[in-house]
Every structure is written in structure tokens, then in C-alpha cells.
């Protein structure tokens, strides 16, 4: 299942690159705007000829960003499918106690984003069309104006370059289909289209994922995700429960079917329309295995967590976005009035520039202080919005910032040269390693300090069989203690002195440790008895060196004494096997939730 959250942020990277291939584009098309005769002197079809001479030169310019796009794509594929994989995988060994190869999550990552890429072709096709008809549209306005005297040529072409910036380029985006009246369309900028199509590919791959999961661990429950400031249609079904393969009743409970309750597919039942149906156009609900007895994830009317009422949260973002919009606007205009100027630097066309920097300045005023406003109506320590830089680009970041947002701060981590089995993945150089502290039920601040001395470790660690300990404070991600300053002498072990550790009974807030495993295997046995056996620890991290993250919070310090009673039990017969076989007991059997375990990469 990926989040709404998830689902909401997905194509978001490849969308940032679109944003910066469009300014590109509009930079070269003011240019030859600029450069043409727009005088009248030049008859329509001159004009005609010049934009159908022009695919050659706005293909270069998309071309040039292809190994960029190809990255940023398989990223959020693997991203996304990852994060969903996990938290089935969870849910079936919750509900089925079976555990299922990888091999499918590989599979299904490669199909998605090759469908991806061929989905994108497509949209540079029509990005190229566009950029030549928008073209073709103000320059031919541009000519008529000067031609009729409405306007002298100077200012008909000052018009024409500054609307076809603002306009930005658009692609058609289908919308619904209608059997009836057949498909319908809009027009979106070029970055939400590519993003609604990228979102729309993740989000069903995973959704076939999850299926493909639910049926090999023939699991018949399917929960439904839900969020605030849901369509009408999609409120009626999101949230709830449904069976796969029909209505049934279990324990005086009626379950509807799952097709027909969400209109999955669009096979049958009341919500069949693209727009109305689970997993349909640009929707952010998703699916995940489930079990009658269950503890649920979502419910079907979400409140928002500031306490601001569901449609208030959802008009407040609503309108962020419009701001966001009227910001790239803005950027766009002031780009190609400055190649304007730049060509011809008149008082006149600095007035313009410096015009619309205060038009500019003005806008992102009015954003903090609208952000700001709607935050103040929260509850203590909420927020219904935060500022959204990334929406706000409109190709006026230096370029080689879009491959460090993607690369996530590269490098984080510092890999020697030499590689072998136990050398660190380059994925933990990737925003998908960072998204999985993200989501780890911390504080910000401590996350984010997880995510840094993980990144402190695997560096010190690359290519050995070596561990690192870290420690930080549970509320604020302070350093309290490390042992990364001692050589290690024992492969596959690590712990803390006696200094350290008096550290972190000086600690109030208790701690969050970090550290590593070579062979990136899951929290081992001894991982959750220490965490259950020091109240001081209030989550362990572990990380390894494939790029995996794990996060486990013991609630209950009997855990520990569960967990060595089976162990003693069973080590006679068992040996070396006997600490895995009684956590993996402990885990399927922990009804009342006393670990928190979840693997978020």
C-alpha cells in the first residue's frame, strides 16, 4: 500500500526536471521570437515554416535531459514500490504469518518503469508540438498586431514574449472516458501532466504488487486507504474493508465485494468512471492485505491531524497551490523579459523587469504570510501547510541542484573504490534512503539526525564486516554517544564503554541508537532483547549495506524475558538457529503489539 502521502509526492523529481526542460524550451523560443521579424513584414506562412523548422533544436533540448529523466524515474519507481512492498509484506506475515521472496518487487519495479519511460516519450512528442504551436500562436498575434497598427512592433512583440512565457507549455492530460461522448481531455502544464502520468503508473503498479502479494499468500481482505478532503465519490468507499473474490459475512459483519465496493478496475459495481473509481485518474487512495480482528490503519472519515476540519485543510492546500501556480507564472514572465531587455536594454524593458521582481517579491510575501495565517488556526505543534519550495521552481534553480535533490545531499556517503560484497550501495544515496527516516514515527529533527549518523557509520564501515554504534536523543536527535572512534576488533559485533552508556542514563529523554549490518540483515535477536532490557532505548535503527532501513520500539520490558525463555527452550536442538526461531515467534505471536517492527526499505 503506498500512503496518500506517497501517492500525493510520487513523479514529484521527474516533474522538477520537466520544470526545468520547459524553461529551457521558453528560453529558446523567446529567443527566436526575439530574433524574427514580427513587423508584419513577415507573411504567416514565413512564420508557419520557421516553427516547423524548429523540432530538431526543441528535441536536442529535450535530449539533453534524458539520462537525467531516466534517473529520477527509476528512483521514485523503486522508491514507492519499496515502501509499498514493505508495508504489505508486514501486514501478510500479521495476518498469514507466510513471508514472500523479493523476486516480485524486482519484477514489477522493471515493468513499471518501463512503462514509465514509454509514457514519457510520448509526453516529449507532445511537449515538442506544443513548444512549436505556442510559437507559431503569439508570434503569428504578435505580426497581425504590428501589421493592423493596433500596436507598434515593439510592444506587440514585448506582449507576445512575455504571455507565451507566463502561458508555460501544456500537454493534454485524458481526464475520464465517457462511453457515450468518447474520451475528453484537458490541457495541464507540462510539469503536472507529467506527474499526474507518473503518479497514475506508481501507484496502479504497486496496486498490482499488492494484488499479486495478496493472492500468493491467499490472503481475502483488502483495507482500503482514506484521506481528508476526498472526492464525493471516493469518500463513499475509502477507509472501509472489502472481500476479493465476492461479498461475504464473517462474524456478523458484511464485507462487500471489493471490485464492485471501489470500482477497482472499472469492471462493475457503482463506480466504474475513471474519476470515481479506486486507483482511477490522478487518485490517491490505495489498497493493503488485511484480516478480520485486525487492528485498522485508516478510518473512512479522517480528521486532519491540526484539528482544522477536513474540507477547511483541503481548500488551505487548494489555495497554496494557486499561489504556487502564479508564482511559476511570475518566474517565467521575468525570465523572458530579461532576455528582452538583455537584447534590447532599453529604460523601458528595466522598468518591466524591475516591475514584476517587486510582482515576484510580493507573491512569495503574501505566501508566508498565508502559510503562516492557516497554521495559526491549528493545534499546538500542528501544521495544515508548510512551504513547498520545489512547486515554486519554474527552471530558476542552478541545474546541477535537481541531481543533488534527486541524489539526496551526495554523497552522504563516502564509498572507497574497491568494491566487494560488503561495500555500501549507492542507494543510500538516494532520496529514497532519506524518505525511509522520513517516515519513522520520531520527531523531524530526530529523524533527520538518524539519517546523518547513518550516514556517519555506513561511511566508516564500507567494504568490511565491521559495526558502529550511535546514540541520540530521543527528542531533539542530539549526539549523546558513539563508538566511531574506536577500532573495531570483532566482525559483525559492536557496543557501547562504560562511558557511553553513562551518557545515555543521563539522558532524560531517553535515546534512539543507530547502527549497521554488513550483511544487512533484518534487527537481529539481541537488537530487540537490548532494546526491551534498557528503558533508556526507546527505538533501535538498524541499517544495511544494501540501502535496507529497520526500525524497532519495544513498549514492554517482558518482551525480553519472552523472547530468552523461548530461546532456552529451544537452543538444545536448535543451536545457532535457536535466537531467530524464537523472534521470529515472538514476532507472529504479538497480538497485543509490543514491538513496533517495520522495515521502510
Known sequence: MLTPEQAEGAGELVAEVYRQIEAELLEYLVAKMIEGDVSGQRAATALNLLAQSMPTELKKIIDAHADEIDDTVRQEVESALSASDAFDLARITAAAGVTLADSALTAQTAAVATGARDVLARDNLDLSAAARSKFLQWSTWAATQAATGNMTADKALHRAVRELAKGGLGIEFVTYRDEGTGKVTVTNRVDVAVQRHLRTLIAQGAAELTMARIQDARVEFVEVSSHYGSRPSHAEWQGRCYHVGGAVEVDGVRYEDFEFGTGYKGTCGPYTALGDQLLGVNCRHSFAPWQPGMPRAYSPDPEHPSGIPSDEAY????????????????????????????????????????????????????????????????????????????????????????????????????????????????????????????????????????????????????????????????????????????????????????????????????????????????????????????????????????????????????????????????????GEFAEQAALKTMLEDDKSNLIDWRRLR
Open 315 to 574: 481548500a488551505l492546500a487548494q489555495r497554496q497551490r494557486a499561489r504556487e501556480r502564479r508564482i511559476r507564472e511570475t518566474k517565467r514572465e521575468l525570465a523572458a523579459a530579461e532576455q528582452l531587455w538583455a537584447a534590447d536594454p532599453t529604460a523601458e524593458h528595466r522598468a518591466e523587469v524591475d516591475k514584476l521582481k517587486l510582482k515576484l517579491r510580493r507573491q512569495q510575501e503574501g505566501m508566508r504570510k498565508f502559510i503562516k495565517e492557516a497554521n495559526a488556526k491549528c493545534k499546538p505543534g500542528t501544521e495544515v501547510l508548510h512551504r513547498q519550495p520545489r512547486r515554486e521552481w519554474a527552471g530558476d534553480r542552478p541545474k546541477s541542484a535537481i541531481m543533488e535533490n534527486m541524489r539526496h545531499k551526495e554523497p552522504l556517503v563516502k564509498m572507497a573504490k574497491d568494491r566487494n560484497a560488503l561495500s555500501v550501495s549507492p542507494a543510500v544515496n538516494a532520496k529514497g534512503f532519506h524518505d525511509a527516516f522520513s517516515a519513522m514515527p520520531v520527531p523531524k529533527p530526530v529523524a533527520e539526525s538518524a539519517y546523518r549518523e547513518a550516514g556517519r557509520i555506513l561511511s566508516a564501515c564500507d567494504g568490511t564486516e565491521f559495526e558502529h554504534l550511535v546514540a541520540i536523543d530521543a527528542r531533539t536527535g542530539v549526539l549523546v554517544a558513539d563508538n566511531l572512534d574506536v577500532a573495531p576488533t570483532r566482525a559483525r559485533a559492536t557496543g557501547f564503554r562504560n562511558s557511553d552508556i553513562a551518557k545515555i542514563r543521563q539522558c532524560s529523554g531517553g535515546v534512539v541508537t543507530i547502527h549497521n549490518h554488513p550483511g544487512s540483515k533484518q534487527p537481529s535477536f539481541r537488537d530487540v532483547v537490548t532494546a526491551a532490557e534498557n528503558a533508556e532505548v526507546r527505538a533501535s535503527i538498524v541499517v544495511g549495506h544494501d540501502g535496507s532501513v529497520w526500525y524497532v520500539s519495544v513498549n514492554d520490558p517482558s518482551v525480553a524475558d519472552q523472547l530468552l525463555a523461548a530461546y532456552n527452550e529451544s537452543k538444545a536442538y536448535l
